[in-house]
């Protein structure tokens, strides 16, 4: 499915009646099966894309499309994850995995089929009956990849997922997660603000502008293995894309 | 290991010193029995209690009110609290009264009670409930509006409706503060039994306080406190051993 982002702007009210505009006039698409990064200064608005897709809210003006239909509610096409887990600390593993499937009809043996079959796609047997507490931040996100991919979405939102996790285990698991988004060719749309994790995941790159964010760059991104970014980061391109991202980033400005 | 069982050796010492000061020093200071009863004392007027003044009978009754007030009072604190914490508009306006309740002496009320529904067992037991309420309820408030906001976006995302987002992500989050509420009541519930049954009545151990002060029996008075104290105890020892259960989720301290 496809996600497409048709002049969206987004305006918060301020609690002293005024209005803060979050994004501004935002259009992209992704296509099926594409991965599109977005990265931008902190406070452009990224999160607020995010929010929209998964129908937390509505876009002031404009629309966001999922395979052409308005986003107007919660969708069970998008599933989302954050640079918090948000496991629920009190089920285990396996029943936080169920949790998206709890509301959708799906009868209990099948949830648990799909639960165990995407543990193990997550590379997390044998901590099923583990409570979140017990694993370390890298299989928490690992785990709630697992929740999201259980209830099969077509379009998978991730917010800075990697964000909290040290720089080891943010290779391992931006691999990790590449290849099982690859194998099962899902639309993804990644909010960072790690130009090179953007490189070395995405097919192309949004660069938006500071508040209110606005597409100030379109970035398509051609090297291979979009499934292993370990290996896409030996390539010496990665570099020159980076060094573009920072260009449109205005980031030499900024540090001089 | 060891430092455990060095903690274990001194507390046993301390309390047999405790006790030795308790059972000699009053007379060897020449305080009269009727001030400070020795331990001996105490324990002579415990078996006189049990075969002459009913103590069992006391005991029981105190201990039953003092469970049925903690069940009651912070039932209805958690589903208040619950209910406020679905709705910022009540919460607002309910807010002020919460906190004069709050901030009230709850035991002051138990003379009106008795006044209102005369000397039964319905003023103590309305007093315990009304000193249960409010840990609870502020307790449970707090947590309802300390709810991971991410986490409700993530189950309505997930198509949970209003109740579902409650039962599986609200309540359960807001039970490490529920039980935090419902410890601090269990020590509450014990005053509120002792201040009703001493303001009117004759039954329970807070009577017998303030008949054995009538009578100048200061032993009846220790034994009745150190019996409460056991009632309290014994209760806030239940909710830890269920609050361990209920939160096993939660990471245990070590050390």
Redesign the interface.
């Known amino acids: 499915m496809a996600l497409e982002f048709r002049s969206v702007t987004k305006q918060f009210g301020t609690g002293d009646g005024g209005a803060l505009t979050a994004v501004s006039d935002i259009s992209f698409r992704v296509d099926e099966g594409e991965f599109v990064s977005v990265v931008g200064p902190s406070g452009c608005g990224k999160s607020t894309l995010l929010?929209m897709t998964?129908?937390?809210y509505q876009p002031t003006s404009g629309e966001v499309l999922v395979s052409n239909e308005p986003v107007t509610g919660?969708?069970?096409h998008?599933g989302?994850m954050?640079q918090?887990d948000?496991l629920?600390?009190?089920?285990s593993i396996l029943q936080n995995i169920e949790?998206?499937l709890?509301?959708?009809g799906v009868s209990k043996a099948d949830r648990r089929d799909r639960a165990l079959k995407e543990l193990a796609h997550c590379h997390l047997e044998g901590f099923e009956n583990h409570?979140?507490?017990q694993l370390s931040g890298g299989m928490r996100q690992r785990a709630a990849l697992a929740r999201t991919l259980a209830?099969d979405p077509q379009i998978i939102l991730l917010d800075e997922p990697f964000s909290a996790l040290d720089a080891q285990t943010k290779l391992l698991l931006q691999n990790s997660f590449a290849r099982t988004i690859a194998e099962s060719g899902k639309t993804t749309l990644l909010i960072t603000h790690d130009l090179a994790e953007a490189v070395l995941m995405s097919d192309r790159i949004i660069v938006l502008s500071e508040r209110p964010g606005s597409v100030v760059a379109e970035i398509r991104v051609d090297l291979p293995h979009r499934e292993e970014p370990l290996k896409r980061r030996i390539m010496p391109e990665v570099g020159d894309y980076a060094a573009q991202l920072f260009k449109h980033l205005k980031l030499e400005e900024k540090a001089a | 290991m060891t430092s455990q069982r060095a903690v274990l050796l001194a507390s046993l010492v301390l309390l047999a010193l405790v006790l030795a000061a308790w059972q000699f020093l009053p007379t060897a200071l020449g305080v009269p029995v009727y001030i400070i009863p020795t331990l001996s004392d105490c324990l002579a007027e415990l078996a006189r209690m049990w075969q002459v003044e009913g103590l069992l009978g006391h005991f029981l009754s105190t201990t039953l009110y003092t469970i049925l007030g903690f069940l009651i009072g912070s039932a209805l604190g958690a589903v208040l609290g619950y209910l406020l914490g679905m709705s910022e508009f009540w919460e607002k306006v309910l807010s002020p009264y919460i906190l004069a309740l709050q901030i009230a002496p709850k035991v002051a009320f138990a003379p009106l009670f008795i006044m209102w529904f005369g000397y039964n067992a319905m003023p103590k037991l309305l007093v315990t409930v009304l000193i249960v309420f409010f840990p609870v309820l502020v307790n449970v408030l707090q947590a309802m509006k300390t709810v991971?906001r991410?986490?409700v976006?993530?189950?309505?995302?997930?198509?949970?409706?209003r109740l579902?987002v409650f039962f599986?992500?609200e309540m359960?989050s807001t039970?490490p503060n529920l039980m935090a509420g419902l410890r601090i009541a269990s020590t509450l519930a014990v005053i509120g039994v002792t201040v009703g049954e001493m303001v009117g009545g004759n039954t329970g151990l807070g009577y017998l306080i303030s008949y054995g002060s009538g009578q100048a029996n200061a032993a009846m008075v220790f034994d009745a406190i150190v019996l409460l104290t056991v009632i309290g105890f014994l209760l806030y020892s239940a909710l830890v051993r269920i609050e361990a259960r209920v939160l096993h989720?939660?990471?245990k301290a070590h050390g």
């Not at chain 1, 629920?88 to 089920?91: F, G, M």
């Not at chain 2, 976006?153 to 409706?161: D, V």
């Open positions: 929010s998964a129908g937390l919660s969708n069970a998008v989302f954050l918090k948000l629920l600390p009190w089920r949790f998206g709890e509301s959708r409570y979140p507490y209830i | 991971d991410d986490l976006n993530l189950a309505r995302a997930y198509n949970l409706s579902g599986k992500v359960p039970l989720y939660l990471p």
